[in-house]
């Protein structure tokens, strides 16, 4: 795929990323630990949206919340595993193409 498309079929992936971030780093501290699952629900978001983009991501996101509530059992619940790996996750966050570090 170009480069240019692969890089604007990620800027709404990028966008979720940075909005998740600072949702991570402003607001849920000022909630505490609160989340009866392992990891709590905006860092299971985050990856959901890195690893299965936008749609994916949101939806099992979604799914992750609804299931935490007062009567939860809770636990370790990580995201599903992606069959194939066409991105790369950087420090920050965001993800690129996995060709573009090679290329």
Do not use: K
């Not at 607001?27 to 709590?40: K, Q």
């Not at 299971?44 to 099992?60: D, K, M, P, S």
């Amino acid at each position: 795929m170009n480069a240019v498309v692969t890089f604007a079929m990620l800027v709404p992936r990028n966008l979720l990323v940075v909005l998740l971030r600072g949702y991570r780093a402003v607001i849920s501290p000022l909630y505490g630990d609160v989340c009866r699952y392992y990891p709590s629900c905006s860092h299971y978001t985050l990856q959901a949206i890195q690893q299965h983009g936008v749609v994916r991501g949101f939806w099992l996101g979604t799914r992750r919340i609804l299931r935490c509530h007062p009567w939860a059992e809770g636990g370790i619940d990580d995201i599903p595993a992606r069959r194939n790996d066409r991105y790369q996750i950087t420090r920050f966050g965001f993800v690129i193409s996995a060709s573009h570090e090679r290329g």
